[in-house]
């Protein structure tokens, strides 16, 4: 391994592949879904283990309202029940839990349900982990514009970054996508423009702590060069401030 590049601070997951996990053992792709949550705990304990600082993972997309109303339904009642059955131990493993998307568009109870878990949270210090669940990166940016504008402030590229949902993290060292699939899909469009991109052909479920590891090996392989040359970077790794 490289020990100039070391475990990524901040890693974000597309977490990508549970309805087809789900379809190729003959059960609805909510089963997927739940699979799913399993392999999240798994993800977020192996992190926290390897020393990354902030894990941020795409859990529901803007766009994901337009799937089936029984899928759509599914994924609230499972992230309900996540939550409770989840919170308590993240509050014993030190996890501080933020959401990072759109409330309006969610229902009281799972609204509810989400900042219950940030507030109980709220106090712990040690891995951050920012669920995106409707989120989407277009949403993110319009909402930030539309803020500085309703605050009279000028549209900069440092003040588009204080209003963005995630201005309380660092940008994304490494995004992870798993599931097979090389696109984006609407996740971190302004934070991702200097992150490595790592795609996974493994479906979310079965993403272990042996394909984690791989991801992480590609990542301490890569030179990062935030648009510098090679000789300059030589090193250290340079991380340029938003102007
Ligand atoms: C990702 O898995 C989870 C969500 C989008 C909620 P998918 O449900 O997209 O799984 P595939 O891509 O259909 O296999
Ligand atoms: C991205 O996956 C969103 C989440 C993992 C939550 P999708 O399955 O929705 O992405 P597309 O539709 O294949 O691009
Ligand atoms: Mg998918």
Redesign the pocket.
């Given at each position: 391994m490289n020990p100039a590049q070391p475990t990524p601070h901040h890693v974000a997951i597309v977490?990508?592949?549970?309805?087809?996990?789900a379809t190729r053992r003959f059960l609805p792709?909510v089963a997927?879904?739940k699979a799913?949550v399993d392999t999240l705990r798994r993800c977020v304990r192996s992190c926290a283990q390897r020393g990354v600082a902030v894990l941020t993972v795409f859990?529901?997309?803007s766009e994901?309202w337009t799937r089936p109303q029984d899928e759509v339904s599914g994924?609230m009642e499972l992230l309900g029940m996540a939550l409770a059955r989840e919170v308590p131990q993240l509050l014993k493993d030190g996890v501080r839990l933020r959401f990072v998307g759109e409330r309006a568009g969610l229902s009281d109870s799972v609204r509810q349900g989400l900042e219950r878990g940030e507030q109980a949270t709220a106090a712990n210090t040690g891995l951050q982990l920012n669920v995106c669940f409707n989120y989407g990166g277009r949403w993110d940016i319009a909402q930030a514009a539309r803020r500085l504008v309703a605050e009279g402030k000028p549209i900069t590229e440092a003040n588009l970054d204080r209003a963005l949902a995630l201005s309380h993290v660092p940008d994304p060292d490494l995004v992870i996508r798993t599931?097979g699939e090389q696109r984006i899909s609407n996740f971190l469009l302004w934070q991702a423009a200097y992150s490595e991109l790592y795609f996974s052909d493994t479906?979310?479920p079965d993403f272990d702590d042996a394909a984690l590891d791989l991801a992480f090996a590609a990542f301490a392989q890569r030179e990062r060069r935030f648009g510098k040359t090679s000789a300059q970077v030589a090193g250290k790794a340079a991380r340029p401030q938003p102007a």
């Open positions: 977490m990508d592949g549970n309805g087809r996990w792709r997927g879904h799913g859990a529901f997309s994901n994924l599931g479906l979310w």
